[in-house]
Structures are given as C-alpha cells and as structure tokens.
C-alpha cells in the first residue's frame, strides 16, 4: 500500500521551476524510498543522481518529513560535496521564495543540511567524541600528498632494512610508494588487519604455485602503520 504524501515529487519539481516532469523511476525514487530505514536506488554515472537530490530534499522538507538541518549528506569527493551542496541550498532557497510549499513552523532564514566527504564528516564526528575514545582531539587526517611524502620517506630510510628482497624487484620507488599507500588506504578503510593480508597473500601464492614471501606484505603493513600514525581510522589490530 503506497503513502499518500501531501505534495508529490512533481509537484515540488515544478515549484522548483523544473519545466519537465519526473521519470516514472525518478519519481519512484523520490517518494518511495524509506524515510526512516535503509533504501538502495542503483543509479550509474550521469544519470542524474545530483538532480535528483536537489529535487528530493526539498520535497522532504515540503512535506514535513524533515526540517532542512536534519538531513545529512555524503559523498566521496570534496568537488561533488561542493556541488551537491550548492545544488541542494538553492533548491531550498527556490522553494522558500515560492510560498506555498514552505513549512509553516519553519523559519526563512533556515539552517542547510550538512553535506560532505564520508572522510571529512568521519573527521568531524572523531574530533566530537576522540577525548570519550581516549584519543587526542587534534588528530589529523593526512592527506594525499602528505601520505605520499611521508610513505615515501619511510620507503627511503627503512625499506632495504625491512625488506632487502625488494631491491631485486622490478619496482620504481614511485611505483612502490602509490602500493604502499594505496594499501593502507584500503586497510584503513576496511578495517583489514596485516594477517589478513598476509594470509590471503599466501593462499594466492600457494593456488598460484609461486613461493610465499612475506617481506613485501610485511614492509606494506609496517609502512602503512608508520602512516597511520596521525590517521583517523588506523586498524585497531595495530
């Protein structure tokens, strides 16, 4: 049994001074998703996902479902985060200055949703609870170059001590270090821990007949750990 909302999506579309109707799926989309649980919308590149955000929150906030400040949204660049942002305030801001499908108990001068990088807001909520976790407030999170730079020095002062069977490898120093960080990118990010690493490395080696060496999973992890160090988000297997 479907919800009878107040205002459908097209409505709001319009009032936003969008000329042509929805899509059946953008339409679906809008009004069917959950407001209170998990929902999926599959949408590739280019298919308007940035639109249909713009034309989502404001129906939310039409139809009293939210107010503007509760709406949170993520994204994974910061260029998409700006964009989203700004795409979504001037939907508002369209929406307010058109009257009728303003809330009535909601100010003109309203707060915007938050709308961010995954990163930047999972910095932010470190920074509001590090000192209840037993950690430093002032933690940074490195970024992509500094990661690079720091990897790289790392490589440079520690690598033929850790693992001087890489030396024989056939890798350039920038090759190795886009590796090194590129694991512990992906070891933060999955919560992954070096025996995990280590194990599925073997059992590749062992399937694929080839002898199991763990001097470079080793000289990754360590250096991945070494980069860690002023990282939000560092396996706690560490």
């Not at 989203?84 to 369209?94: C, G, N, Q, T, V």
């Not at 070891?187 to 599925?200: C, F, K, Y």
Request: one cysteine or more; proline letters at 4%; charged letters at 25%.
């Amino acid at each position: 049994m479907e919800t009878k909302h107040k205002y459908s999506a097209n409505e709001i579309s319009r009032a936003l001074g969008n000329i042509h109707d929805l899509t059946p799926e953008q339409e679906k989309a809008i009004e069917n998703a959950s407001i209170d649980s998990p929902a999926l919308v599959v949408a590739g590149a280019g298919s308007g996902k940035t639109f249909l955000m713009s034309v989502r929150v404001p129906w939310l906030v039409a139809n009293g479902y939210a107010k503007p400040e509760e709406i949170l949204g993520l994204t994974f660049t910061r260029k998409a985060a700006a964009e989203l942002a700004k795409r979504i305030f001037e939907s508002l801001i369209k929406l307010r200055d058109h009257g009728t499908y303003w809330p009535k108990d909601l100010s003109a001068d309203f707060t915007p949703p938050n709308v961010s990088t995954y990163n930047s807001y999972a910095n932010n909520l470190f920074r509001d609870f590090a000192l209840q976790l037993g950690y430093e407030a002032d933690a940074i999170q490195l970024t992509e170059a500094t990661s690079y730079q720091f990897a790289k020095q790392l490589l440079s002062k520690r690598g033929a001590l850790v693992a001087p069977d890489l030396l024989e490898e056939d890798f350039s120093v920038d090759d190795l270090v886009e590796k090194v960080v590129g694991l512990a990118q992906s070891m933060n990010e999955n919560l992954v821990s070096a025996e995990q690493i280590s194990q599925r490395h073997n059992f590749r080696a062992a399937k694929e007949g080839r002898p199991r060496s763990h001097r470079a999973v080793w000289l990754h992890h360590r250096t991945a750990r070494n980069s860690c160090t002023h990282q939000v988000g560092c396996p706690t297997s560490w």
